[in-house]
């Protein structure tokens, strides 16, 4: 796989009309299958009361990871269809789920495939497509006295990170793939070989 890949910038919804029925296009990022799955897993409970929530996803995974499902819908009219465009607009680590509300009139496997598709573009258009790079995670784990040296060795890097002050200070880094090494090393170095770093590479 080529480092960098095309996703979705951030979560996003549209819907639609069409012949009374009404199509939610949900779409949000994700870099795990487990992600993934728990954005279905959101949008199907927050729209419990919707005739159909068919997902769609396709995530970087080892292996490489594509799902969809009809939920309910005649087979191929809803969960291809939805899949169909993350493919073509050759989208990665991202996923997304069309709410249906029926409206009491038969839309026909052609209509509901129409219906899907446009849903799933027109939440990828309202989210925005962006490039991103393979990013990993992991976390440092220091006593009070290092903490300042980290945090602004990754500040002034510009990294992802959140920090969590307790007993001692763990920080949840999020850096690009070709970064993480060096990173791992700078820190190291400024706390003398003292921090705890732990790998969680996605």
């Known amino acids: ?58 995530v970087r995974a080892s292996p490489f990871r594509e799902y969809s499902s009809d939920d309910g819908e005649p087979s191929g009219s809803a969960g291809k269809p939805a899949l169909n465009v993350l493919q073509q ?10 709410t249906r509300y029926y409206g009491g009139t038969n839309l026909g496997v052609g209509g509901l495939a129409r219906s899907y598709s446009r849903a799933v573009k027109d939440g990828v258009d309202a989210a925005g497509v962006v490039e991103e790079v393979p990013h990993e995670r992991f976390s440092v784990t220091v006593e009070y006295d ?38 791992r090393d700078r820190i190291r170095s400024a ?7 732990d790998s969680d590479s996605e």
């Open 1 to 58: 796989m080529s480092e960098a890949y095309l996703t979705v910038g951030e979560r996003a919804r549209a819907s639609f009309e069409v012949q009374g029925s009404e199509f939610i296009g949900h779409v949000a990022p994700a870099e795990t299958v487990a992600e993934a799955e728990a954005f279905v897993d959101a949008v199907s409970a927050e729209y419990a009361d919707a005739t159909h929530n068919v997902p769609a996803y396709r």
């Open 89 to 98: 607009r050759e989208l990665e680590n991202v996923v997304a789920v069309v």
């Open 146 to 183: 290092d903490s300042g040296s980290v945090r602004g060795l990754l500040e002034s890097v510009g990294v992802e990170f959140e920090a969590d002050y307790e007993a001692d200070v763990s920080f949840a880094v999020r850096v690009p793939k070709s970064e993480g090494a060096d990173l």
């Open 191 to 197: 706390t003398s070989g003292r921090a705890d770093i």
